[in-house]
């Protein structure tokens, strides 16, 4: 029995990958209880990725001007107050969201907060006596805080946003017309042993721009541009985003897109969340771990080789160095995993060959 209509408030800050995930467990939400309002805390700059969830309530955090340090914790809390918020579900589960929450819980409100199964994900990277087993996603970890606010969501029946036109922006790089596959690869991640190796990641890139009918955007941050145009290496149909597009551009772009390839990031996650098919490669972590994208099936989890490298995974989030595991991407073709993306796009063609005349 679901608790009565109230207001809710859903915080979660961290990295876009770890935001984008919220936003399937929101939607299913806002979906299965749609009597109940919502209000959103997240960084201000993740405003398009509420954006998809009608209804939505944000309110924007800015931690590096008004809600700096602690006197931004208070503010931050005041400024919700007025709200009249009736229970707090802190997805985030640190140091400033527990304030928060605990603020709301002298209040009188009723809280909760994600268990994000630390010690199982320890004992899943830990070098001996290993416990090698999927985990419960983080998506379903959310649900479960929802569930004992009174809130049970079943993800199995969410419906994905619908796609907004393409802007003008977005045309001017993509054209107007689809005539082509589109596919999105988003090569780089937060730490190195997340990232494909360079020279494998020109192959794969090489070798699907041989196909006439598809059409490659590169994903990334501005200040990876200089290493996505060394990537794009002049080849046809081929097009850099970051510096092309706002932010609520991009999300709109991918959400157009027929496949992204994408490492254990962020990009992958928003792709998800849009309901586009998301191929991933994994060095250092796993999707064992939890952080499958949703809704994609194992089998597009391209996971590097365990039985060269046994102690793999090494980290839940890839910040972790393990010395002689600098190179366990290279177990990951990239021929298969072009072989892959062709069946998924349907790719036949063949091109004479991909460059252009410039």
Do not use: C
């Not at 941050?221 to 970051?242: C, D, F, H, M, W």
């Not at 992204?260 to 992958?268: I, V």
């Amino acid at each position: 029995m679901a608790a009565e209509a109230k207001h809710i408030l859903v915080i979660r800050l961290s990295a876009m990958g770890d935001v984008a995930m919220t936003i399937p467990v929101l939607r299913a939400f806002r979906q299965q209880y749609p009597e109940v309002r919502i209000t959103a805390v997240s960084h201000h700059f993740f405003k398009p990725l509420f954006d998809t969830i009608p209804g939505v309530h944000f309110y924007g955090v800015n931690l590096n001007k008004r809600h700096k340090g602690f006197d931004g914790i208070f503010k931050i809390f005041a400024d919700l107050k007025r709200l009249n918020i009736d229970v707090v579900a802190d997805l985030h589960n640190v140091l400033r969201s527990k304030i928060i929450r605990n603020l709301f819980r002298l209040w009188g409100k009723k809280v909760a907060h994600t268990d994000k199964g630390r010690d199982e994900k320890k004992a899943l990277v830990r070098s001996l006596n290993k416990d090698f087993k999927e985990l419960k996603s983080m998506f379903q970890r959310h649900a479960d805080t929802f569930e004992s606010l009174g809130y049970p969501i079943d993800l199995s029946v969410v419906d994905f946003p619908e796609k907004k036109p393409l802007s003008k922006d977005i045309i001017q790089l993509s054209g107007d017309v689809k005539h082509e596959k589109w596919l999105g690869i988003a090569p780089y991640a937060q730490y190195d042993s997340k990232i494909y190796p360079e020279d494998l990641m020109k192959q794969l890139v090489a070798s699907i721009t041989e196909y006439r009918d598809v059409k490659v955007f590169l994903f990334g941050s501005r200040a990876e541009t200089a290493k996505l145009k060394e990537l794009r290496q002049g080849y046809k149909n081929t097009y850099i985003v970051p510096g092309n597009m706002t932010f609520e551009e991009e999300v709109t772009l991918i959400s157009h897109l027929d496949v992204l390839l994408a490492m254990d990031s962020g990009n992958a996650h928003i792709a998800a969340m849009m309901g586009v098919n998301v191929l991933t490669l994994w060095g250092a972590t796993h999707p064992y771990a939890g952080f499958m994208p949703f809704r994609q099936p194992m089998e597009n989890a391209f996971v590097s080789d365990r039985a060269k490298y046994p102690m793999l995974p090494t980290s839940v989030y890839g910040n972790k160095e393990v010395i002689g595991y600098e190179d366990v991407m290279r177990t990951i073709d990239p021929k298969e995993v072009v072989t892959k993306l062709t069946k998924i796009l349907d790719l036949k063609t063949v091109k004479a060959h991909n460059y252009t005349s410039s």
